[in-house]
């Protein structure tokens, strides 16, 4: 499940103020998706291996900025190529998200 949320970790610095970008890219192959092909079980909704894109990009992007008091805030925009390869699933999924965080010394 950790493919589905945010990878990003603020780094703490001490007092040092700071702001950048960050931006990343991840090609992924599966041989098997447990979630979509039922996971060796019967399932209501399920999908077969040749119905599936084995090989998936991802790319992400976001801006960073860290404050002095122990504030950072981090907006991230995320996405990755569809995992279906035709039907009303087979689209390419961009998701964003803006993660606060305070660092204790």
Known sequence: MTNYGEKAVPSDLGQVSEHYFWTGFALKARAYNAFLEGQFRDSAVS??????????????????????NGYSFNYSI??????LKQGAGNRNVVWGGILITKSFS
């Open 47 to 68: 999908y077969a291996s040749d119905e599936l894109n084995h090989g998936i990009a991802e790319a992400w992007v976001g801006y960073m900025v860290a404050l002095q």
């Open 78 to 83: 995320r996405g990755h190529t569809s995992e």
